[in-house]
């Protein structure tokens, strides 16, 4: 048998699991949940059933009644983790499989009270896209299967728990000084959504159906932040539909959470550098809300399909965006993401496989393999349709895709199908299959400007023949601008230059994690010691991969950088996510041949 998601030991001829019933007792000394999972398959199945896992230990499996479940663990192998195979007796519907996650569990991170902003109490969340649900739990981890849950958490009575599910109450816990949380996810997810933080956390309402909780010290400063999430929800039903989740609330982790957001459904998970104190980051919002139809309702069959669930949302991010904020904000949205999307293809190569939008993945673990081109690339596909068929045609094209595949998991070539359907002949007017199935970037793809955005670009490129912009043009740019202007300028200045570019624009100081990130990577790659006391400070808070690969790289420069790499990385790795050190340690290797 053909295995129909490469990431995965998923057998399409055996049972679907069709609904989960979790039990966790979280161990803060031993870093280690303690699980039961009951498994329901629907109907009465039999014989064998293959199911996902990574270092978890398997203590017991039994079918209803009680009756022990033979059951055998396969070897490890390097991305797909260990093969649970059970042996169902006939007649079973239900089977209970309890276990022990690793302590180094891939899903989880676990952070002392140092790591938080309280102090006080430890941490602990999960991030389990795109494989690691595996390590949390045994389950048919590909995004093909979908099943709605139920979970129980015991946890410390002094802490709280979210999971992406809505909230069923609590009561106390089987020991003294626990309390168990109930939550309920009654629509079909994949294993990829389901997650679970722990810690000291409070919560504010920011409208009916929405709420923020981040640790008390937080709290304030992600309501302001999070202040206009309601308008945005609305902004995003008027485009794509009535919201389908029932709730919409969102958790600000400790910095060390590895990436920008992630789209956990009724509970989006946001890095806590996207509280800049003045609303400008807030387009991560945009573009985790958007998840909740592209992508948690119509998901990637696998990931060799991931430009469906990113293209699609970074598209419909931008559309939020534009609706929010106009048509420069959107031109510098757009400009912003072509130079992710350059940094990505100039790290892979043009001619590289990871550089097509339909990817093939076996033996390629999903977490190397990420990047900006399904996000960037993606969108600009998706431009590229909009724009052939016509805003209007288009958008009821997106309803109508969205109302045929919701609750769905689906490939490539069904979108393509269902487009063909459709908008016949589109795709073949945009040269789809070659945006699809080619390398690199289409000579036509589209081309997004406003005169502002050329203005700015302009004044950049003229940095190095003395063009400077007047101190009262830098106070009028937003901070998008200000992030073009930067992401623009040369590499590598003189130290003069650094000086007074600072001086003008306060860069170092700035809590807008975006610009104050570019700026350190360019001071950091012009050797200019002035900011690397900053440099020190951020990269040893903040875990954000997407941070932590230009500075790290910028840092591989010039021999006393490296050397300023190597004591940072040294202090900061043990409060880095595995996923996060994974990135470092990959760019460092590339310092030693340089
Ligand atoms: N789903 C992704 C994050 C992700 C992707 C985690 C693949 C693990 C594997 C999330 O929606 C995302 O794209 N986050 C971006 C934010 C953005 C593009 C605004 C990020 O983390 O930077
Ligand atoms: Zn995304």
């Not at 991931?306 to 699609?312: D, H, K, P, Q, V």
């Not at 050190?581 to 590339?590: A, D, I, K, N, Q």
Request: net charge negative; hydrophobic share 45%.
């Amino acid at each position: 048998m053909a295995r129909p998601d490469p990431h995965s030991y998923l057998d399409p001829d055996q049972p679907r699991v069709q609904a989960l019933d979790l039990a966790l007792d979280v161990d803060f000394a031993r870093h280690v949940l303690s699980g039961r999972v009951t498994l329901d398959l629907g109907a009465p199945a039999a014989g064998a059933l293959d199911l996902d896992t990574k270092g978890l230990v398997v203590h017991a499996v039994t079918a209803a009644g009680g009756a022990a479940v033979p059951f055998v663990l396969g070897d490890e192998e390097p991305i797909l983790g260990r093969r649970l195979r059970l042996d169902l007796p006939g007649g079973t519907r239900r089977v209970a499989i309890e276990y022990d996650t690793a302590p180094d569990a891939l899903a989880l991170q676990w952070l002392a009270p140092e790591q938080t902003e309280g102090k006080r109490h430890p941490f602990l969340f999960s991030q389990c896209q795109s494989i690691h649900a595996r390590s949390l739990l045994p389950c048919q981890d590909s995004p093909t299967v979908r099943t709605p849950y139920h979970a129980e958490v015991t946890i410390p009575d002094a802490l709280a728990a979210v999971m992406s599910a809505g909230p069923a109450g609590d009561r106390a816990g089987p020991r003294p000084g626990t309390r168990t949380w109930l939550f309920e996810m009654p629509q079909p997810i994949p294993s990829y959504l389901v997650a679970l933080a722990v810690g000291d956390l409070a919560s504010r309402d920011l409208s009916a159906r929405s709420r923020v909780w981040a640790e008390p010290g937080t709290v304030e400063a992600a309501a302001y932040e999070f202040g206009g999430v309601e308008e945005m929800i609305v902004t995003a039903e008027r485009l794509f539909g009535p919201y389908p989740w029932d709730r919409y609330d969102l958790l600000v982790l400790p910095p060390s959470f590895p990436y920008g957001g992630m789209e956990n459904p009724r509970m989006t998970f946001l890095t806590p550098t996207v509280l800049a104190g003045d609303r400008s980051l807030v387009d991560v919002v945009a573009h985790e809300l958007a998840h909740s139809w592209t992508g948690n309702l119509v998901t990637n069959a696998t990931m060799e399909h991931f430009w469906l669930n990113e293209g699609f949302t970074v598209w419909a991010e931008r559309r939020i965006v534009e609706a929010l904020h106009g048509p420069d904000a959107l031109a510098l949205a757009w400009s912003i993401g072509q130079q992710a999307l350059d940094g990505s293809v100039a790290r892979f190569g043009a001619e590289s496989p990871l550089t097509r939008l339909r990817t093939e993945m076996a033996g390629v673990d999903p977490d190397e393999a990420f990047s900006s081109i399904p996000y960037e690339k993606g969108a600009r596909f998706v431009v590229a349709l909009e724009r052939a068929a016509g805003r209007e045609a288009f958008d009821r094209f997106v309803r109508a895709y969205i109302a045929r595949f919701r609750f769905t998991s689906i490939t490539t070539e069904q979108f393509l199908a269902f487009l063909d359907g459709e908008l016949p002949g589109l795709a073949d007017r945009v040269g789809a299959r070659r945006w699809l199935y080619d390398v690199g970037m289409p000579a036509d793809a589209p081309v997004f400007r406003s005169d502002a955005l050329e203005a700015l670009t302009a004044l950049a490129e003229g940095f190095a023949a003395g063009t400077r912009p007047t101190p009262a043009q830098a106070a009028a740019w937003s901070p998008s601008e200000l992030l073009v202007y930067l992401q623009h300028l040369p590499r590598q200045l003189d130290h003069g230059a650094c000086a007074a570019l600072d001086a003008a624009l306060a860069l170092s100081g700035r809590g807008n994690h975006e610009i104050l990130v570019e700026w350190l990577t360019i001071a950091a790659g012009s050797d200019y010691e002035p900011v690397f006391p900053r440099v020190r400070e951020v990269l040893t808070r903040v875990g954000r991969m997407k941070y932590l690969r230009p500075l790290y790289t910028a840092l591989g420069r010039h021999q006393r950088t490296r050397q300023l790499a190597r004591d940072v990385y040294a202090a900061a790795r043990p409060g880095y996510h595995v996923l996060s050190r994974r990135v470092v340690e990959s760019v460092m290797e590339s310092y030693d041949g340089a």
